[in-house]
């Protein structure tokens, strides 16, 4: 005799409960599984810090071409000796004005760290830069490393490194375009130096700033770049031209 369940009676009977049951352990677990393959194929957050609110003391040798670096002295071999902080105002605003009248002295300053891998940048405090000294420290020289195409994205320096997550693609790309125009620089994301990611700092040929209207327009999307490598430090540069940042079809 088949069962048959009346909605008004305070059980079902025993064939019908017993499949439901299964029915409804079957869904638990189909909807774990779901949740564990769908976390799987998300893009996690970059390994990207921001110390918002911790403000620390540097001090190092400034240097402004081609853009405002602290130079500051480290463990390591002696090709890695000199870290190399790449400084930045408050705000979208480059460390430009800021550092101007302190090229080439040691100074002391206050700032928030901004990091991503081994690149790091300094937020500088507005008015903390003082100096205690000429530079004396022999820094290691650069290095070519050869010419590249890389494919990759240009980003501003101080959202990819960890001020924003995520600080790239097509969701930041108002944002990066803004950065850039107040003279973050510009850097190059890239997965394919030799086989690893990597970010180089963008500059023309004489290691000099890219004119903004060289990038602005590529910024947020897949581009291939021709150019020379130079490792100074721990840091990479790209000397390109505008005419060889083409968009990828």
């Known amino acids: 005799m088949n069962e048959f369940y009346v909605g008004y009676l305070p059980r079902a009977p025993v064939g019908i409960a017993r499949r439901i049951r299964a029915l409804v ?11 564990v393959v769908f976390a799987r194929v998300q893009r996690t957050f970059a390994p990207s810090i921001f110390e918002y609110g911790k403000v620390s003391t540097f001090e190092g040798t400034i240097e402004t071409n081609p853009y405002p670096i602290l130079i500051v002295a480290g463990p390591g071999s002696a090709e890695l000796k000199a870290l190399r902080y ?42 903390s830069i003082s100096v ?10 650069s290095k070519e490393l050869g010419d590249f195409e890389l494919t990759g994205e240009i980003v501003d320096s101080k959202c990819y490194l960890g001020v924003m997550n995520p600080g790239n ?26 086989g690893r ?33 130079i490792q100074t430090g721990d840091t990479l540069f790209l000397e390109t031209q505008p005419s060889v940042i083409s968009p990828l079809p």
């Open 197 to 229: 990611p990597a970010i180089l700092i963008l500059t023309d040929h004489s290691r000099a700033p890219l004119p903004k209207e060289a990038f602005l327009g590529r910024v947020a999307q897949p581009v291939r770049i021709s150019g020379k490598v």
């Open 86 to 127: 790449l400084l930045v105002a408050e705000g979208k605003h480059g460390g430009d004005s800021q550092v101007a009248a302190f090229t080439g002295k040691n100074v002391q300053l206050r700032g928030t760290k901004i990091y991503r891998d081994n690149q790091t940048m300094i937020e500088i405090m507005t008015g």
């Open 169 to 194: 693609s097509k969701v930041h790309r108002d944002c990066a375009a803004r950065c850039l125009s107040g003279g973050i620089p510009p850097v190059f994301a890239t997965n394919d130096f030799n």
């Open 132 to 141: 205690i000294g000429d530079s004396k420290q022999p820094w290691p020289a």
């Open 25 to 35: 352990v079957l869904l638990f677990i189909l909807a774990a599984i779901a949740a």
